[in-house]
């Protein structure tokens, strides 16, 4: 069996802009930035001593405020951590899209939110940021239905592994190849890590557009002028859709014709080039890029 590719067309989540869920002013900036999804924290973004007003902070932003398009995501605290279950307590009836869950190591963490929110039609998001995380990947992509993606954190995971983050992260180069198979065999999307370097958004864009390579469906941001860069880099140029499109059909008459594999431009092409074009045409349509 090849990997599951989704029937349905996946949400577009190319920019995930975190925000300090004590924070009204940063969080009224993220409902307007166009960002395909604003996640608000209570988490590590946000001060022990401010947990509690976070949580009204967020409720209050969620029923106040316009998105616009964007995606709604509150990032709680670890499951098994005491602020857990009132996060989720606080901000339910506040009808968030969906929530990530931090620090996720085991399919059961999933399982927990999955029941706690079993009313409520939401996705839930996983950030992969342990070791462990890393090695259960696979039982987490399959413990729960409404889980969406699967989100790397290669900050914590550092901090976790012992390991010294460089600027070409070789060191987190198994790590991420891990994260983003894993989510393809289990027709999740990946979303990449943040880029910490506010004032290097040539290096933030070399980075997307590396992650893009391997398959990652988006990057997570942390300041609203990294929205633009990750989004550009994840979504594919007109050149791009001009030429998968053009394969597609002419493979099409080939397939028509009885020729399974065929030569353009001086180069071969059969079935894992036309699903690789299919796919870009489909994270195309899911920008809003083609029809
Ligand atoms: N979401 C929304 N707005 C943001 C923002 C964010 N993540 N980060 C910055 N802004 C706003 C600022 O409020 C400021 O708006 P203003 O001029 O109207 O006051 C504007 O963008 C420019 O901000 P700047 O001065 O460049 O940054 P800063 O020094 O205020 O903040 C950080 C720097 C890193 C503290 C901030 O970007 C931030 O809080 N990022 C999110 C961090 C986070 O959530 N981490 C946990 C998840 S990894
Ligand atoms: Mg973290």
New binding site residues.
């Given amino acids: 069996m090849s990997s599951a590719v989704p029937s349905s067309l996946p949400r577009s989540r190319r920019a995930l802009?975190?925000?300090?869920g004590d924070?009204p002013?940063?969080?009224a900036?993220?409902a307007a930035?166009g960002a395909d999804c604003?996640?608000l924290?209570l988490?590590?973004?946000v001060a022990a001593g401010r947990k509690l007003v976070a949580r009204e902070t967020v409720s209050s932003s969620l029923q106040s405020l316009d998105f616009g398009a964007s995606e709604k995501l509150v990032?709680v605290n670890p499951v098994g951590s005491e602020l857990h279950p009132g996060d989720i307590e606080a901000t339910i009836a506040a009808r968030p899209d969906g929530y990530v869950v931090p620090k996720v190591e085991s399919a059961e963490q999933v399982r927990e939110v999955a029941r706690r929110t079993s009313l409520a039609p939401l996705a839930l998001l996983a950030l992969i940021e342990s070791a462990r995380g890393v090695v259960q990947a696979a039982a987490i992509a399959a413990s729960d239905p409404r889980l969406e993606a699967l989100l790397f954190?290669a900050?914590d995971l550092a901090g976790d592994m012992g390991a010294t983050r460089t600027r070409e992260g070789a060191e987190m180069a198994w790590a991420r190849g891990a994260v983003v198979v894993t989510a393809a065999a289990f027709a999740l999307q990946a979303i990449d890590t943040?880029f910490v370097d506010?004032g290097d958004l040539e290096s933030l864009r070399r980075e997307a557009r590396a992650a893009c390579t391997m398959g990652y469906a988006g990057k997570?941001?942390?300041?609203?002028?990294q929205i633009p860069v990750i989004q550009e880099s994840f979504t594919p140029s007109d050149e791009e859709i001009e030429k998968a499109r053009l394969l597609v059909e002419i493979h099409a008459g080939h397939q028509a014709s009885g020729e399974g594999v065929f030569a353009l431009d001086g180069k071969m092409v059969d079935w894992p080039m036309i699903r690789a074009a299919q796919r870009l045409l489909s994270r195309a349509r899911a920008a809003g890029k083609f029809q």
């Avoid at 802009?17 to 300090?20: G, I, M, Q, R």
């Fill in positions: 802009l975190f925000v300090p924070d002013r940063k969080i900036k993220a930035s604003v996640v924290d988490e590590d973004g990032r954190g900050e943040v506010l997570m941001a942390i300041h609203p002028k």
